[in-house]
């Protein structure tokens, strides 16, 4: 079992990255909080879990051991894969999936991709007592980065990666550049899986 992966970052995109740890290449599965934390990185440490199938062996990667912890509670919760899991964690961070837990927000849950009324009821029902009341922090957000069509093809790219539809997706993209032409790849994301694609 891997506990976690350090070496250099060979390879970023919003869905997966390569780290090659000492000549071998390990392409994990990350979540859009994962890349922002370590797009600009050359050396990085992500905490590891496997999912092995009888057809596929998958790693998934996260910047922390919070967000780890909190993938592994969403896949235990009873209609919830490792997909759904990944788009939760790339729709909200921690923090906020924590706060939505703890306030018992269906709403707030429901807004992901993916998660319908009854799943978001059953996630906060089954983590309400799991989740830390203190691991939800304040947050600040962050500043978004100068945009271009570049932007706009990259969140496309990191869409159609994790399974969303490219006619879809384009439409969402659009949508969210025309409203914030600064948005960076990440905000980009985040509006399109908020839109519902």
């Known amino acids: 079992m891997y506990n976690y992966i350090r070496g250099h970052l060979d390879e970023a995109t919003p869905a997966y990255a390569v780290v090659d740890c ?16 370590i797009k600009d990185l050359d050396e990085v440490k992500l905490m590891v879990h ?20 909190m993938f592994r509670l969403l896949i235990g919760v009873n209609g919830v894969g490792a997909a759904t899991a990944r788009v939760m964690l790339s729709s909200l961070t921690v923090d906020e999936l924590t706060r939505a ?23 906060l029902l089954e983590l309400r007592d799991k989740v830390d009341p203190y691991a ?20 496309l790219s990191a869409l159609v990666m994790l399974g969303f539809p490219r006619p879809a997706s384009e439409k969402v993209i659009a949508l969210v550049t025309e409203k914030e032409p600064t948005a960076s790849v990440e905000e980009i994301i985040k509006q399109a899986l908020a839109h519902g694609i």
């Open 136 to 155: 939800a922090a304040d947050l600040s957000g962050a500043a978004a980065a100068p945009t271009s069509s570049a932007n706009a093809a990259e969140a």
């Open 22 to 37: 000492q000549g071998v290449g390990y392409l994990l599965e990350i979540t859009l909080n994962t890349y922002s934390e």
């Open 50 to 69: 496997e999912v092995i199938r009888e057809d596929a062996f998958l790693l998934f990667g996260f910047s922390s051991e919070a967000e780890r912890s």
């Open 101 to 123: 837990i703890l306030d018992q927000d269906v709403k707030r849950v429901q807004k992901v991709k993916g998660i319908g009324a009854k799943t978001a009821q059953r996630i």
